[in-house]
């Protein structure tokens, strides 16, 4: 009996389980076959998707809180990943070309191939040559070391289902940016984007065709807007889209794949403060990939924002200075002047008031120019204030009349005669002053009086006399040959020495010694290591390290979160006499000597120092250098003309920075060259 109950158990046990399969047999049958459609449209109607709201990065502002750069709201055309097929994708990304380009606008493509013909074009400005960056893309990319343009965009057709329908020239820009879009990871959680910035008029097209782009959104994203243009675009830098290999190294930041972030520059320097944090926003979108709701969103939050060193009116009046007098220098003497620096730094603090570089370049345009702004003979991109070195020629003698009197080789009342051709390596080597070459002497001068008038015969000899290894001892005290300190990138310059003759396997002959000392042999030095000895000439001997930014402040409290602090790089005390003998011949180059003609009926006393430098071709670069106000001396300047012919023209630079520093009346603009054999 008991086995009886037991079998029962059993079978009513199966009974059950079987009714129970059958149960969920139907039940999957009805909700995959029966019903599969509709509850897979329902499924994709309501596909949920977090994104990420761009942060506005910080602003730029000057010394007096003026804007530099700032954001403004832009739109960007945003690529969903959906169900749909290759075919459709690449109908979708023609169409976006198709729109962005009849308004010329511009579409984020990476990879280096345009055209048609097919044909290389790299946009960055690395140093590799064109056929190193061929090679070394197509080994990263994995082609055929061999393969033509055209193979690799037959190999990326075949990869994303490009048809022959469409011309070779749509072939190319479709797989130019599904190539793109696999460099950016697209995927369902993450959006491709396909163009910032985009214009209005875009904006209505790509509405108006949003039924046929699939999985296409207008969005709305914090843009760069350069309120001053191209001024001081050497110095602030500019913002691109992430490329790959920087995204791999900073994505543990918070870095996202179509990130902008900045390039060069204090844009590039400064990233880690001006990064906002991002928001998020989550949506629904149907299968299409269109919006249908807003479920949830976190507002982005602005970067901090940078507070420089840079007087906005002066850096614009240095640059509209340095364009004009290269255009008198040509137009009066001929003179092939198309490029210059110019620097001012606040003598008591290392402060960078204005750098400009000439000719420039707009930010805006970057990309859009890169062909023509790297090709471009002038070298507009080419820093010349931090990276250009130049020989400074006569610039370099007040240096050397500081190491002299210092070492005690002269006194301030010592008198050289200008005998106007130095014997002293005769018959092997005897260089002329050129006041002799015009027909006369400076006679019996001191110091104070060869500065003014630029004699080379009395620095021949006082350099003869202190030596190559003293001038070398000053030029480091006063930070020639090596770097300021400044945020950027800079270029260490050359200090003429035996052992750098020796480092180049040449030899260094005697008569060099004094050549160095009127500023020519080996020498060679930035605009800014220029204004730098100048400003720690006048400190007495304190140099500061110079900077660009002032502070940093965060956003929303105005906190500093990173401050610059005057900082002595270097301290030698320059003797009271020192001091005033050579301040005092730079005050006699604008009053009697060199620089006479430019600063004539100049309301204010100033000081300074002309240059001529001889070049390989062309004409001679021209230079200046010099301080104001000269009894309280509050900012210095270093100005170079590449082939300006006459020192009139960087005096006259200098002289339009000035007037703009001490807020002075309109003074007589009456330019003109003194005498172009002196330096």
């Known amino acids: ?26 039940r999957l049958i009805n909700l995959q076959i029966v019903k599969g459609n509709d509850y897979r449209e329902q499924a994709e109607s309501r596909l949920v998707r977090t994104y990420a709201v761009k942060a506005p990065r910080g602003e730029f502002l000057d010394r007096y809180g003026r804007p530099l750069i700032s ?29 962005v380009s009849e308004e010329n606008g511009e579409y984020i493509r990476e990879l280096p191939i345009e055209g048609y013909p097919y044909e290389f074009n790299f946009t960055d400005d690395s140093s590799e040559s064109k056929e190193d960056k061929i090679n070394n893309w ?53 959006p491709y984007t396909f163009a910032s910035d985009v214009s209005m008029n875009v904006v209505q097209k790509v509405k108006e065709q949003s039924n046929s782009l699939i999985g296409v959104n207008i969005e709305v994203e914090p843009v760069r807007s350069y309120d001053c243009g191209s001024l001081a675009a050497h110095i602030l830098g500019r913002t691109d889209v992430i490329y790959k290999e920087e995204y791999e190294e900073l994505r543990e930041e918070g870095y996202g794949m179509n990130d902008i972030i900045g390039k060069d520059g204090l844009e590039k ?68 002047a198309y490029s210059g620096a110019a620097v001012a730094v606040e003598i008591s603090t290392g402060d960078i008031l204005a750098c400009a570089t000439y000719p420039t370049y707009d930010p805006e345009e970057y990309t859009e120019k890169y062909d023509e702004l790297l090709n471009d003979p002038t070298k507009p991109l080419f820093n010349r204030a931090l990276d250009g ?143 730098n000895y100048i400003a720690a000439f006048l400190n007495h001997g304190t140099r500061y390290k110079l900077h660009f930014v002032k502070e940093v402040r965060d956003y929303e409290t105005g906190d500093a979160v990173f401050k610059n602090s005057p900082l002595a790089e270097s301290e030698f005390k320059i003797s009271d006499s020192t001091f005033e003998a050579v301040k005092k011949g730079m005050l006699g180059v604008t009053e009697d000597g060199t620089a006479r003609n430019v600063f004539a009926d100049f309301p204010v006393e100033v000081g300074g120092k002309t240059g001529t430098a001889e070049v390989g071709t062309g004409s001679d670069n021209v230079l200046f250098v010099g301080f104001a106000p000269y009894d309280n ?19 006259a630079v200098a002289r339009d920075i000035f007037e703009k520093y001490l807020e002075l009346d309109e003074v007589e603009d009456d330019v003109r060259p003194f005498n172009k054999l002196l330096p």
């Open 1 to 26: 009996m008991r086995r009886d109950n037991s079998s029962l158990k059993y079978i009513i046990s199966y009974i059950v389980i079987g009714i129970f399969a059958v149960f969920c047999v139907c």
């Open 71 to 99: 954001n403004r709201m832009g739109f960007y055309i945003q690529c969903s990943k959906t169900s749909a097929s290759n075919e459709e994708l690449n109908r979708t990304i023609l169409r976006l070309i198709n729109i």
């Open 138 to 190: 197509k080994s990263e990319n994995k082609f055929d070391d061999n393969a033509s343009t055209s193979d690799i965009i037959d190999e990326l057709k075949e990869k994303y289902e490009i048809s022959d329908d469409y011309t070779k020239q749509e072939q190319g820009d479709i797989a130019a940016v599904r190539y793109s879009m696999e460099q950016k990871s697209f995927s369902a959680n993450n």
């Open 269 to 336: 320097v400064l990233e880690k403060y001006l990064k906002g944090t991002d928001g998020y926003k989550s949506v629904e979108q149907t299968k299409r990939g269109n919006v249908s709701s807003v479920l949830g969103s976190r507002d982005a939050v602005s970067g901090n924002y940078a507070v420089l060193t840079l007087d906005r009116e002066l850096q614009k009046t240095t640059e509209e200075s340095l364009a004009k007098r290269l255009g008198e220098a040509r137009s009066a003497l001929g003179a092939e």
């Open 389 to 531: 070195i130049f020989t400074p020629g006569s610039t370099f003698k007040p240096l050397v009349a500081v190491a002299a009197l210092e070492e005690g080789v002269i006194t301030p009342e010592t008198r050289i005669y200008d005998n106007g051709i130095y014997m002293y390596y005769a018959p092997s080597y005897t260089p002329t002053c050129l006041a002799y070459k015009s027909g006369y002497s400076h006679g019996n001068i001191n110091v104070s009086q060869a500065i003014a008038v630029s004699c080379n015969y009395f620095f021949y000899d006082i350099g003869r006399r202190t030596t190559i290894e003293t001038i070398d001892k000053y030029a480091d005290f006063f930070g020639l040959g090596k770097a300021t300190g400044v945020e950027l990138q800079e270029n260490e310059g050359v200090v003429a020495s035996p052992e750098y003759r020796e480092k180049h396997n040449m030899e260094w002959q005697p008569g060099d010694t004094i050549q160095a000392a009127i500023g020519q042999s080996d020498n060679m030095y930035t605009p800014l290591q220029l204004a």
């Open 633 to 651: 001396p509050q900012i210095a300047v270093a100005v170079v003309l590449e082939h300006g012919k006459s020192s009139s023209y960087a005096s």
